[in-house]
């Protein structure tokens, strides 16, 4: 084992959005941070996506297996990276809804309240969409919650089809929206771009990639963190600081606390409560895909959204969720391994390949918040990590995907000539798509049933943070991003306080 000689303010382990971004609004503070991060630099993504080699070579699944609950092996959907999944993601950056923060009674049960309110992340929204230099428009959304200003950046213009769907849908009485997308010089903006990169223009921050952190070593009392111990190549590494921040994804940060047991902590770091690795999140993911008349290019970006019944609808009094279109479908297909998808075109239109699928069609991507269940969790099998996952809140999906292409249909009777067919295969997202996924580490004010304080603190180890997506108490519909970076932003806030 090799004990580096340097002695960090803040080590952060994960680049992704909730790592990164802490990274760059700590690094003026001239602080010695020390940032860890299994991956490496990678190249940026773009229409290469619709490459079947791509999705043959299964580039975007995580090199080692979980388990699920019945025991079978998969490779979940991740980037191990600088920039983590978001070098593969859409850029879709949507704030929570109001409600979102308190008690909804869903379908399919209760949506806890967070334990603080929409107003609390309203100022961290702001400066997250800064940040990240959001494109969109404060007014057309019915569900939209109240903004300090308007976005920094005007919406991205649709694709001409899209306008027309957009326009159709409009005399229709709906509403469709400007989808928030974050949006730099050279593309969607990332956590790389956006946060590391930044970060590391100050002497004072250092990264390590091809560093995986394996465990984390408590003081003999388990009160602090001491050390930090990743793989870097064959050699073990000891690293020193002061706070430590996990940023690794929901189910890795649940993992590496769960991982590190010891005498102090039998049942994983923190974990005091049980609860490390427990309500796991994940939405309720479903494409469906719209058949047009004419070819059109293979990919276009995700420009337009709906939350007409985010809230319900007529005959249905809860929470349905919230639908983007997905951009080309392709690029979706190959994320999502959905051979449902192929399988349901094959059977209606033979010989219809990957290269039609993609100009020959849009993309309808639909979300469904699910609920927490203290079963649905992260844990560790000898040493295989199991994930078990039920779907909650099926009936509220459903009945969204079903009034979804009853709209769709609308849609085709009143644009002939852009739809020739009106078919509308649907795939469910596996267990391998954890796009989403969150809740692991929630945070609440009660160390009976939460894992982190409300500044993302471990209630036991008073040296130990948590910036990713575990600290949701409960999900929403909308893309969980935004309030992943909001919440890195406030609690940096908090961080510069105390190591000042
Ligand atoms: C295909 C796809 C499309 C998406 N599109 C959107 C979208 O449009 N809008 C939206 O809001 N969200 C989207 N998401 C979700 C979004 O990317 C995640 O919510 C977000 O990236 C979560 O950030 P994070 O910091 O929690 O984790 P991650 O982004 O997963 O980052 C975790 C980081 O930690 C590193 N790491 C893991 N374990 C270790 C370890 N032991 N040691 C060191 N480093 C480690 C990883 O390599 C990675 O860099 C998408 C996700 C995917 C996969």
């Not at 005959?315 to 080309?328: A, E, K, L, R, T």
């Not at 996952?389 to 009945?399: G, L």
Request: glycine residues 8%; contains cysteine.
């Amino acid at each position: 084992m090799i004990i580096d000689d340097q002695y960090y303010d803040v080590i952060i382990v994960g680049t992704g959005v909730g790592g990164g971004t802490l990274a760059r609004k700590l690094a003026p503070t001239g602080k010695k941070i020390l940032v860890l991060e299994r991956g490496e630099f990678v190249a940026r993504e773009s229409s290469e996506l619709v490459d079947t080699e791509v999705f043959k070579k299964e580039q975007y699944h995580a090199p080692e297996p979980w388990y699920d609950n019945t025991g079978e092996p998969f490779y979940p959907q991740m980037r191990y990276c600088v920039g983590g999944n978001t070098k593969i993601w859409s850029g879709v950056l949507m704030r929570m809804r109001e409600r979102d923060f308190t008690e909804v009674q869903h379908q399919g049960g209760l949506s806890p309240a967070w334990p603080l309110t929409y107003q609390d992340f309203e100022p961290y929204y702001t400066e997250a969409e800064a940040l990240y230099q959001v494109h969109g428009k404060v007014g057309n959304d019915p569900t939209e919650p109240t903004h300090g200003g308007n976005y920094p950046f005007e919406p991205i213009a649709h694709e001409p089809r899209i306008q027309t769907i957009c326009e159709t849908l409009t005399e229709q009485g709906l509403h469709p929206i400007d989808l928030p997308l974050g949006i730099g010089d050279q593309g969607r903006t990332d956590s790389e771009d956006t946060g590391v990169t930044p970060a590391l223009q100050h002497d004072n921050v250092t990264l390590k990639t091809g560093a995986q952190v394996v465990c984390l070593h408590t003081n003999p009392s388990g009160s602090e963190i001491k050390a930090v111990e990743a793989k870097i190549g064959e050699e073990s590494y000891l690293f020193l600081g002061h706070i430590v921040v996990l940023a690794c994804g929901a189910v890795n940060t649940a993992a590496l606390l769960l991982r590190s047991a010891n005498e102090k902590h039998p049942d994983g770091i923190a974990n005091q409560s049980g609860q490390v690795g427990r309500n796991l999140m994940k939405q309720l993911l479903s494409v469906v895909v719209q058949l047009t008349a004419s070819s059109s290019k293979d990919s276009f970006p995700r420009t337009v959204g709906l939350n007409d019944f985010y809230w319900g609808d007529r005959d249905f009094p809860y929470p349905m969720g919230h639908v983007q279109n997905s951009g080309g479908i392709s690029q979706d297909v190959i994320f999502s391994e959905a051979p449902p998808i192929f399988s349901a075109l094959a059977k209606v239109m033979p010989n219809f390949g990957l290269r039609q699928l993609a100009t020959r069609s849009i993309g309808w991507w639909l979300q469904t918040e699910d609920l927490p269940n203290s079963e649905n969790r992260v844990y560790f099998m000898g040493d295989k990590l199991r994930v078990d996952y039920e779907p909650n809140n099926v009936e509220a999906h459903d009945r969204l995907v079903y009034r979804w292409v009853d709209i769709l249909k609308n849609v085709e009777s009143a644009q002939p000539s852009l739809f020739n067919r009106s078919t509308h295969p649907r795939s469910d997202m596996p267990i391998q798509v954890m796009a989403h996924q969150c809740g692991t580490c929630r945070f609440g004010e009660d160390p009976d049933t939460s894992v982190l304080d409300l500044n993302c603190c471990s209630h036991e180890v008073k040296n130990l943070y948590v910036v990713d997506s575990s600290f949701f108490p409960a999900n929403a519909s909308v893309s969980p991003a935004l309030t992943v970076i909001a919440n890195a932003l406030r609690v940096g806030d908090h961080l510069i306080q105390t190591l000042q």
